[in-house]
C-alpha cells in the first residue's frame, strides 16, 4: 500500500473510532433507566436494613431520632406500607418522641428543628389514612415557631431571617433550611405560606449572585451562581472561601439551595434558577460532591436527585454540551458503590456519613427519583 493510501485509511479509521466514541455516549443518554438493576438495588438495601434495624425501630439510636425519621420515610417511598412491620416499627418508635409542644425530638437536643422536621417528612409519608393528622399539624405548628425571625428579633434585613438551624444558640443555614421547606411542603404549605416565603428570603441570601434578593457583602465576590452553607453569623462555607474574600459554593448546597427555591415558587425563568442550573452545568457530575469531593457525597446525592426532580430535567447538558440522563447516570453510580450486604457506606466520616444505615437512607432517597417510567 503507498503512503498516501496509508495516510488516507489511517485517517478513515481513525474518525470511525471518533465517531463510535461519540454516538454511544449520546444513544445511552437516551436509554430508560434499567428496571432490573432499581428493583434490585432497593430490595437488597431493604433486606439490610431489616437486619440493621434495632428491636425497637430504630436506626443509630446514639444520634437521635433524626437518622430513624430519614431512613423510614426512604423505606416509605419505595413503596412500603405504614403497616410493613420495618416501618410499623420505626413509626412507634418515633412517635415516642412527639412532646408537649408538637415537636418531635429528643429531650435536651440541640438538634430538635432538625429531627422535627425529618420526622414531620417520615409522619407525612406515612399519614395515607389521616392516623398522622394531628401530629403532623402540631409538628408544622413547632417548626414555624423555630424559624428565625421577628420572634428572634431577626427582621428582614437580618442575614439570619427566615432560615433555620440546629438551634437558637447557633447561626441558621441551608442545610436545615432546606429541610424546613421540605417539612413545611410535606405539611400541605404552599409557596404562599409566609414561613416559606421567609425561608426564600434566607436561601436567596445563600446564592452567590447579587440581585435584588440578594445584597449580602459576599454575593459579588463569588458570583458564579452557585450555593454555600449560610451568610449569618459572619458567612460560612463548608469549601471555604475565595482569596477574594467570597463564600465557595459546593454542590450538595447548591442542589438544596435549587430544590428549596423550586419548593418555594420561584419558576424557571427567575434569574436565581437559571444562574443555579449554570452552576450545575458547569459542575455536573456523579463522582463527587463538587466543592467538597467525598464529603457529605451521599447527602449530595439525595440532594441531587430531588433537586434536579424537582426542576423538572431529564437530562442536564454541559458546559461541553454534552447532554446526561442524571438518572441512568446515579442508578448506575450508586449500584456501583452499593456494598455486598445491600448497605452504602461512605470511607470520609464527615456527618456521620460513615454510618451504614444513614447513608443507605441517603442512597434510598436518591434512588427513588431514579424510579422507571414504567413503576411511576
Partial sequence: MS???????????????????????VARAAEPVDAQAYGRSIDRAIQFLRTAQEPEGSYAKYAGPGVTALVTTAVLRTGRTPEDPLVAKSLKYLEGF?????????????YRNYETCLALLCFSAANRDHRYDKLVANADRFVKGEQWDEGEGHGKDSYSYGGAGYGKQKRPDLSNTSFLIDALRAAGNGSDDEAVKKALVFVSRCQNLESQNNTTKFSAKNPDGGFYYTPADGGQSMAGETPEGGLRSYGSMTYAGLKSMIYAGVGPDDPRVKAAMGWIRKHYTVDS????????????????????????????????????????????????????????????????????????????????????????
Avoid at 457506606?345 to 442512597?363: D, I
Fill in 98 to 110: 412527639v412532646q408537649p409542644d408538637g415537636g418531635v425530638y429528643q429531650p435536651g437536643a440541640f
Fill in 289 to 376: 460532591n463538587p466543592g467538597m469531593g467525598d464529603a457529605g457525597l451521599y447527602y449530595y446525592y439525595h440532594t441531587f436527585a430531588k433537586a434536579l426532580d424537582a426542576a423538572g430535567q431529564d437530562m442536564v447538558e454541559d458546559e461541553q454540551g454534552v447532554k446526561h440522563d442524571w438518572r441512568r447516570d446515579l442508578l448506575a453510580e450508586l449500584v456501583k458503590r452499593q456494598q455486598p450486604d445491600g448497605s452504602w457506606v461512605n470511607t470520609n466520616p464527615r456527618w456521620l456519613e460513615t454510618n451504614p444505615s444513614l447513608v443507605t437512607g441517603y442512597a434510598l432517597l436518591a434512588l427513588t427519583y431514579c424510579r422507571p417510567a414504567a413503576q411511576k
Fill in 3 to 25: 503512503t498516501p493510501r496509508r495516510l488516507v485509511l489511517f485517517a478513515t479509521l481513525a474518525f470511525v473510532a471518533l465517531a463510535s466514541s461519540l454516538v454511544p455516549a
